[in-house]
């Protein structure tokens, strides 16, 4: 029984880190191809990049939440183990692959901003959904 335990934790983690590594795939891909236009100072459309974190947060949590039939206390750590895995990745991008976000300086600032902020804002909606215990 505890061996099955085990295999159970241990797969709920690979699971969550996957999940982490796909959703930050997802990011890059959205800077990658949308960067360009979206990334730009004093530009409205900074502001609805920023806005639109939030239903994507919630999405991805309320995935991993789906996938891995996790609620409450047991969520947030998943949520955490999503956020390390895709915060070490844009780590790892920014800093030693820049040229395949295919933007320039002032732009690669403003995509490690968001990715930053989706993150936190990730971190917040997994927190709220484990503290309310909402369920899938």
Do not use: C
């Amino acid at each position: 029984m505890t061996q099955t335990y085990r295999d159970g934790k241990l797969l709920k983690t690979a699971l969550f880190v996957v999940l982490g590594a796909v959703f930050w795939l997802e990011g890059f891909l959205a800077i990658r191809f949308e960067g360009s236009l979206l990334l730009v100072k004093s530009n409205f459309r900074l502001l609805f990049l920023f806005t639109s974190a939030l239903p994507i947060s919630w999405i991805f949590v309320k995935i991993g939440a789906v996938v891995s039939n996790t609620k409450g206390q047991d969520l947030l750590g998943g949520v955490v183990l999503m956020s390390i895995t895709a915060l070490l990745l844009d780590g790892i991008g920014l800093t030693w692959f820049q040229s395949w976000y295919g933007l320039e300086l002032t732009q690669l600032i403003l995509a490690a901003a968001w990715l930053l902020w989706g993150v936190g804002v990730g971190l917040a909606i997994g927190y709220w959904q484990s503290y309310l215990n909402v369920e899938n």
